[in-house]
Antibody, heavy 118, light 110 residues
Framework: QVQLRESGPGLVKPSETLSLTCTVSSGSISTYYWSWIRQPPGMGLEWIGYVYYSGGTNYNPSLKSRLTISIDTSKSQFSLKLSSVTAADTAVYFC????????????WGQGTLVTVSS | QSALTQPPSASGSPGQSVTISCTGTSSDVGGYNFVSWYQQHPGKAPKLIIDEVSKRPSGVPDRFSGSKSGNTASLTVSGLQAEDEADYYCSSYAGSTYVVFGGGTKLTVL
């Protein structure tokens, strides 16, 4: 059973960079696509972007200018960096495995709340 | 505002059937057979319950079924049970925009 776990600061100041890491266990990271998805409090889901095990990426156009997603297969981890954050970036951030061929997410982390506030 | 439109709420009594709609455009729902549905209980991560419009992943009860007609996809929950009370989200492949989600529907079991 593949397991994913997000880690990183729960509080980020406005204009700074939000950084999160997802650790994958009980399964290989060296295949599939690995995505970040967020959910503002009381709202719906938003796809942020993905990284392929080879390092290729695809980002949500609305976030692309502020976003970097990377992967470290030796550590079975992939990471998210979102710069110049504002209160609108406050959300629960999920990492998830994207099956690729069906454009859906079969394994998810438990999610981590990141609050943007001074 | 979410890319796909879902009713904010739905409800039914135990044993009844409920259908939740998900309306998009020809650029997403109507253009591809890659509609998925997720169930999310409070404080938990979403769980994939339907993929590729109507396929059930292993372990998902056959009470859950999916379909699509034109730009609208639907999730039907038959034989409602108390544990089905949750939020439900649809998603669709959307070409260059990759994946878009609906705003979610809160299902209440009366």
């Amino acid at each position: 059973q593949v397991q994913l776990r997000e880690s990183g600061p729960g509080l980020v100041k406005p204009s700074e960079t939000l950084s999160l890491t997802c650790t994958v266990s009980s399964g290989s990271i060296s295949t599939y696509y690995w995505s970040w998805i967020r959910q503002p409090p009381g709202m719906g889901l938003e796809w942020i972007g993905y990284v392929y095990y080879s390092g290729g990426t695809n980002y949500n156009p609305s976030l692309k200018s502020r976003l970097t997603i990377s992967i470290d297969t030796s550590k079975s981890q992939f990471s998210l960096k979102l710069s110049s954050v504002t209160a609108a970036d406050t959300a629960v951030y999920f990492c998830a495995r994207d099956r690729g061929d069906a454009y859906d997410y079969d394994y998810w982390g438990q999610g981590t709340l990141v609050t943007v506030s001074s | 505002q979410s890319a796909l439109t879902q009713p904010p709420s739905a409800s039914g009594s135990p044993g009844q059937s409920v259908t939740i709609s998900c309306t998009g455009t020809s650029s997403d729902v109507g253009g591809y057979n890659f509609v998925s549905w997720y169930q999310q209980h409070p404080g938990k991560a979403p769980k994939l319950i339907i993929d590729e419009v109507s396929k059930r992943p292993s372990g998902v009860p056959d009470r859950f079924s999916g379909s699509k007609s034109g730009n609208t996809a639907s999730l039907t929950v038959s034989g409602l049970q108390a544990e089905d009370e949750a939020d439900y989200y649809c998603s669709s492949y959307a070409g260059s925009t990759y994946v878009v989600f609906g705003g979610g529907t809160k299902l209440t079991v009366l």
